[in-house]
């Protein structure tokens, strides 16, 4: 991964009148990297989208995206970023290749390479018939794919795999390790610790509009969380169920007694998971925790 920062956020302040929903946040994303930025609602995620994308303007702060600074140069930053929201906004009257032929055209491109790229997403079937006749899992996977229709360098999602099915999920996970692979950075907003655990090379916690960690998630599971061991007993009323801790030198002769005794039925490790770190660091669990 090159070491060129492509986002540079510093001191970002933002208020909705006397509310404050950014409070003088700062944060860097180099090339290739995926950025996971999570936080409950109103935590401020989508306030940082819409100020990184230019539809809104700081109070205090700056934001640099390509070394260029945003809001200012805005349309010729735009021209290098591929957003994806939540909502599927998408015109359901026209067709497949009609929804991203309008986008390319938007961006000065061409139509030429829409046919493969729908052939990536699985759609290649699917471009002349009308959106409204999609399934969800295809809308989303047009989504995605008319945010890459422009050849990005920046990828903005937001929630992009909510509601879908594993096979779906599983697919743009599988589209998104492509695009990191040739040197796209991406930023995704996200509930789904599935999401971050499959994708995301940082993650940031924002709570109440201020950053409470940036960090690997792994390193911030070991650091935050507690890895555990759960025992199933046998006993004269049935099973017993024990939960003991992993790094504690006791559990170690606890458990070699209980398998000389016979007692032992069933014996799993459960390691801390992100949303569980996300409760330690900020009090406070994500919305579809």
């Known amino acids: 991964m090159a070491d060129q920062r492509v986002i540079e956020v510093s001191d970002l302040t933002f208020s909705y009148r006397k509310t404050e929903a950014l409070k003088k946040i700062s944060f860097t994303v180099d090339r290739g990297e995926v950025l996971g930025f999570l936080?409950?609602?109103?935590?401020?995620?989508?306030?940082?989208?819409?100020?990184l994308t230019g539809q809104i303007v700081p109070d205090k702060g700056s934001i640099r995206i390509l070394d260029r600074p945003m809001p200012r140069e805005r349309s010729r930053i735009l021209n290098k970023i591929g957003l994806c929201f939540e909502a599927p906004n998408i015109y359901p009257k026209l067709t497949g290749?009609?929804?991203?032929?309008?986008?390319?055209?938007?961006?000065?491109?061409?139509?030429?390479?829409?046919?493969?790229?729908?052939?990536?997403?699985?759609?290649?079937?699917?471009?002349?018939?009308?959106?409204?006749?999609?399934?969800?899992?295809?809308?989303?996977?047009?989504?995605?794919?008319?945010?890459?229709?422009?050849?990005?360098?920046?990828?903005?999602?937001?929630?992009?795999?909510?509601?879908?099915?594993?096979?779906?999920?599983?697919?743009?996970?599988?589209?998104?390790?492509?695009q990191q692979e040739v040197g796209t950075t991406i930023f995704i907003t996200t509930h789904d610790m599935l999401d971050v655990e499959a994708m995301c090379d940082r993650v940031i916690f924002l709570n109440e509009g201020s950053i409470m960690a940036d960090d690997d998630p792994k390193a911030l599971m070991r650091r935050h969380g507690k890895a555990l061991i759960h025992v199933s007993l046998k006993n004269t009323d049935g099973v017993e169920a024990v939960t003991l801790p992993i790094d504690e030198a006791k559990t170690a002769d606890r458990i070699a007694d209980w398998l000389r005794e016979g007692r032992v039925e069933t014996i799993h490790s459960q390691e801390a998971t992100l949303g569980q770190v996300f409760i330690n660091i900020t009090g406070r669990r994500l919305d579809h925790e």
């Open 39 to 51: 936080g409950p609602n109103g935590a401020g995620k989508s306030t940082t989208v819409k100020l």
């Open 97 to 178: 290749f009609e929804n991203l032929a309008i986008f390319a055209k938007l961006h000065g491109q061409s139509t030429s390479h829409i046919p493969r790229l729908m052939s990536r997403f699985g759609l290649e079937n699917k471009g002349n018939q009308r959106v409204a006749s999609y399934s969800k899992g295809m809308k989303q996977r047009l989504v995605v794919a008319r945010a890459l229709v422009n050849r990005p360098e920046i990828l903005i999602l937001d929630e992009p795999t909510q509601g879908l099915d594993p096979t779906n999920k599983e697919m743009l996970h599988e589209l998104f390790h492509e």
